[in-house]
């Protein structure tokens, strides 16, 4: 039962080599996936060490063509008929020196997009994050993974201005994280952002709103004369009110001395 399992995983394995074979512009791609089955089946050795002893003349074909074979059987038709004569060790030795070039062009833009990977102001820190760890993958996939503290660094520093203080307080206090952990607490840290803004909104509602300020350049209310286009009901000119209204004051005076005259005649 054991070795049934066993096998279905090495063949699950196996199929993802199968369906992405190698061509002439994915070969880190193709040795970075060739290196996981090999390390699985524990058989990484054959990469890595020169080919030993011919075995034995009745060894059977199994033993002594199964790794190339399995290289070979991930390959395009054009380099396959380069390799079929060449063992397992030396022939990812021809395919790196045939690849270096352009191995080397896809690690510089592997390591720009990750360096240079910001996180945009309001978007989401988890697929951020995620978005880093691809770039970290694809890293790893081609040979080079970026060390762990280092990984770390470079994704404090792609977080946005909002999250100055989480990165303040990381470094003060010396937080040693797996970046997964790290993820976790970018996240908590994000709901938090979340609930200080609606507080703050809830208060400024219970507060009556927002409070404009006026600058000094803002026109105040004085208490000089307001102008009009209504009619004084006595004189009829425009912009006298009742109290101010020339005429309607001679009236009252004159109004007044008759009445005077009238008690002392009296």
């Known amino acids: 039962m054991a070795n049934t399992v066993t096998n279905t995983n090495n063949f699950s394995l196996r199929s993802i080599l199968e369906k992405d074979k190698l061509t002439s512009s994915n070969f880190l791609d193709w040795e970075g996936n060739l290196i996981i089955v090999l390390r699985h089946e524990r058989k990484w050795y054959v990469l890595e060490e020169p080919l030993g002893e011919a075995p034995p003349a009745n060894a059977s074909a199994t033993a002594r063509n199964a790794h190339k074979k399995q290289m070979l059987a991930t390959m395009s038709p054009d380099l396959q008929t380069g390799h079929i004569n060449t063992n397992a060790y030396d022939m990812i030795r021809q395919l790196r020196d045939m690849f270096q070039t352009q191995a ?3 690690r510089y833009d592997a390591t720009k997009a990750f360096n ?3 996180m945009i102001k309001g978007t989401s820190v988890s697929d951020h994050v995620m978005k880093m760890k691809r770039h970290m993958d694809h890293l790893e996939r081609l040979g080079h993974p970026a060390p762990l503290q280092l990984a770390k660094d470079t994704i404090l520093n792609s977080l946005s201005e909002d999250y100055k203080p989480f990165v303040i307080n990381y ?3 010396n937080m040693e994280k797996s970046i997964a952990e ?3 607490m970018l996240k908590t840290a994000e709901l938090n952002m979340g609930t200080k803004n609606k507080t703050k909104d809830l208060l400024m509602v219970r507060d009556g709103g927002v409070k404009k300020k006026h600058g000094h350049g803002g026109t105040s209310k004085g208490k000089g004369p307001v102008q009009t286009t209504q009619s004084a009901p006595k ?3 425009v912009g ?3 109290h101010n209204c020339p005429k309607r004051y001679e009236a009252v005076v004159h109004n007044k001395m008759y009445q005077a005259c009238a008690l002392r005649r009296a």
């Open 104 to 106: 080397r062009t896809e």
């Open 116 to 118: 240079e990977c910001k």
């Open 171 to 173: 470094n003060m206090n």
């Open 182 to 184: 790290l993820h976790s």
């Open 235 to 237: 004189c009829h000119e």
């Open 240 to 242: 006298h009110w009742r």
